[in-house]
């Protein structure tokens, strides 16, 4: 919105030129999704404490966590309102790509709070059943896979790590394929949400990698310079970028352990749909699952506790996802933390080395 206001206006007022780089837009994104963090986090926690929208703490799980009943929950329109808000103030919004992303955040941010309300407010331990919930969260991954497809110049080949010259091309199949990314990113860091901070740590790592990602994608000459597909207008979701890393370190201010307020589904999906969505626009699809590998970790360790359960009869972990196991372990809460944020760290440069290794 500033960008669009103010930019045109840059030829009488040289001040206003700083609008037409892409660095300056994103470092303001990033400050400002945390002062919107800082201004609302306060307010919205007393309010989901008054009108009692707390966490209901599974007695199955750790004991460790019982302790944890009452704290509010629904903290992930927070993450929303400061993703978005800057995201609209700083980026460019006739680029396409920020619609696509965005639709995608507040779609899902929509299933996640319908899904908390009936659970937490309404008093439905089922909330959506998972049929509906995957429904719609296919859905609007098939409808942002369909507009990638048809949206001219988008290519459908896929960029596979460490191989230049290695890229298939799925066709139609790109539509599925999209859904898929989407749809599994944003599940698997449902899946991470468990512990205080645990997923929004690694998410905010994530969307930080990924503007770098998105910068050099919407970059010709750095694009061409180190052989990976160029997408024009790619570079303008850096600030969203910027925004999802604000945010999400603004709610970890507040999600540290111990935890003020819980994200819910309202957080957990959209963030993961949101960096599937990235991952897809920059061409980078594959290489989400080294950049989000805890994620990927979190989501197989339940996969594969079901699956051993069901034709086994045998349990794998003590409890899945696998922070649960550790805990059953005797691992401290938060050293569980911080481990996971460090592995995240050295997956995320390891990734960012693939942009040279091929």
């Given amino acids: 919105m500033l960008y669009n206001l103010l930019y045109p206006l840059a030829t009488e007022f040289h001040l206003l030129n700083v609008f037409k780089y892409l660095t300056f837009?994103?470092?303001?994104?990033?400050?400002?999704?945390l002062v919107v963090s800082f201004l609302l986090g306060p307010w919205i926690i007393r309010k989901l404490q008054a009108i009692q929208v707390t966490q209901v703490i599974r007695t199955d799980g750790p004991e460790s966590h019982l302790k944890k009943q009452g704290t509010p929950t629904m903290g992930g329109v927070l993450i929303l309102a400061a993703t978005v808000i800057p995201t609209l103030l700083w980026a460019d919004l006739s680029n396409v790509y920020i619609w696509m992303v965005l639709a995608i955040i507040i779609g899902y941010g929509l299933i996640g709070f319908v899904d908390d309300y009936k659970k937490v407010v309404e008093k439905n331990p089922k909330g959506l059943s998972p049929r509906q919930k995957t429904f719609y969260q296919v859905l609007l991954g098939l409808l942002v896979g369909a507009a990638l497809y048809y949206h001219p110049g988008f290519s459908t080949e896929l960029t596979v790590p460490f191989f230049k010259n290695l890229r298939p091309d799925l066709g139609i199949f790109y539509i599925p394929f999209v859904m898929l990314v989407i749809f599994g990113a944003s599940s698997a860091v449902n899946l991470t949400d468990g512990l205080d901070g645990l997923a929004i740590g690694p998410v905010a790592i994530n969307a930080g990698t990924y503007m770098l990602f998105t910068y050099i994608a919407g970059n010709i000459k750095l694009a061409n310079y180190l052989q990976i597909p160029y997408v024009a207008g790619a570079g303008e979701l850096a600030i969203l970028c910027g925004a999802?890393?604000?945010?999400?370190?603004?709610?970890?201010?507040?999600?540290?352990?111990?935890?003020?307020?819980?994200m819910g589904d309202v957080g957990s999906l959209p963030l993961g749909g949101g960096l599937g969505a990235l991952a897809v626009i920059t061409k980078q699809e594959i290489l989400l699952v080294i950049v989000g590998g805890i994620f990927v970790i979190e989501a197989l360790s339940v996969i594969f506790q079901v699956g051993s359960y069901k034709y086994r009869g045998k349990r794998i972990f003590r409890m899945a996802p696998i922070h649960h196991h550790f805990e059953l372990k005797g691992v401290a809460e938060p050293k569980i933390i911080v481990r996971f944020w460090v592995i995240t760290i050295i997956l995320a440069l390891i990734a960012i080395s693939t942009l040279k290794i091929r």
């Fill in 244 to 262: 999802m890393a604000g945010a999400g370190l603004g709610f970890l201010w507040y999600n540290a352990y111990p935890a003020e307020v819980f």
């Fill in 25 to 33: 837009r994103t470092i303001y994104a990033v400050i400002t999704a």
